[in-house]
């Protein structure tokens, strides 16, 4: 089960995880972006922190974790991460009563793969956060990107991937391509399933999971509610 963007909106999507009746048979990815945009982000990043230690969850990271852990360990000026300034204020504001935050958000950031690459129903699957850019080479190895691409490209991969890997990812919401609020299979007619289906980012967004193995999605209630701007 891959779960798509949740950017900071864990109380709609903890309602819909639960009716999943997920056991610990099941493997669950999460695509990245856990944080931002909406208002529950150090609540989100500490829930997926605490999942993701269990041996069937996997958290992959998004650029807005890469972002945070950048802020946070100073390569990355705070004035440049403007959708995550509310996250940051609420770290600093928490930080406060509990020094060791800083640190742990750190930890649980470093402990994010990149990607994850496994077999279902004999095709290969590589899950990541936005894709590979595919600009010159149209079936680039994931192995030899570097790690900003992995969590920030968009119409270099979905415009321009060729090859028989299938990629699920997230990051673009379905809605930018002109699409209704769901998962998009082989976009584009490529081998990519792109389930960013918005979260609280655009007016018809929600949250969604999608089963690899019988193509069967959930989703929660709309709970956008904005336009973003890219
Ligand atoms: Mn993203």
Redesign the pocket.
């Known amino acids: 089960m891959a779960v798509g963007?949740l950017h900071g909106c864990l109380t709609p999507f903890l309602s819909l995880y639960a009716r999943l009746d997920v056991t610990d048979d099941d493997l669950i990815i999460f695509l990245?972006?856990y944080i931002d945009r909406g208002d529950e982000s150090l609540a989100a990043l500490e829930w997926i922190g605490r999942e993701s230690l269990k041996p069937n969850v996997i958290a992959l990271r998004?650029?807005?974790e890469q972002t945070l852990l950048d802020c946070i360990a100073g390569r990355f000026a705070n004035r440049f991460y403007g959708s995550g300034i509310g996250t940051l204020r609420e770290v600093r504001e928490a930080a406060k009563t509990d020094p060791t935050l800083p640190l742990r958000i750190v930890q649980t950031i470093r402990r994010m793969p990149l990607y994850h690459r496994m077999e279902i129903n004999g095709r290969e699957h590589i899950f990541c956060?936005?894709g590979v850019d595919a600009l010159s080479d149209p079936n680039p190895l994931i192995e030899t990107q570097d790690a900003d691409r992995i969590v920030w490209v968009r119409e270099e991969f979905y415009r321009h991937y060729e090859g028989d890997a299938i990629y699920v990812v997230?990051?673009t919401p379905v809605q930018f391509l002109g699409q209704p609020p769901l998962p998009i299979k082989r976009f584009d007619d490529r081998n990519i399933w792109l389930i960013d289906t918005g979260s609280c980012c655009v007016d018809s967004g929600r949250i969604t999971c999608l089963d690899l193995v019988s193509e069967k999605f959930w989703q929660t209630e709309r709970i956008g509610c904005g336009s973003m701007v890219f």
């Open positions: 963007d990245g972006d998004g650029n807005h956060h936005a997230g990051h």
